[in-house]
């Protein structure tokens, strides 16, 4: 058993150097996907900022009852979007 753990000895830089080449691809690949995610939460934001202000519409088209609700939809058709 004393024998074999000599023959360790010389390979243990070049396990060291593996396992800092691999943490340092691990930390890369968290960062990458670390990115990925915020983006994603970023679209999904302006998604759904975008439905709340279609939902405000909508609500605002059922709530004016004085407002011929077919001359609105025309003018919210017409309108820019923000």
Known sequence: MG???WILIPLAPFL???FIFWSK???KMIEKQSEMTA???AQYAAHTERLEARV???ERIVTDRG???ADEIEKLRDAPLN
Request: charge should be negative.
């Open 25 to 27: 691809h691990q930390q």
């Open 39 to 41: 983006e994603k939460a």
């Open 56 to 58: 405000r519409v909508l």
């Open 67 to 69: 407002i011929d609700v």
């Open 16 to 18: 060291l150097a593996g």
């Open 3 to 5: 024998d074999e753990i």
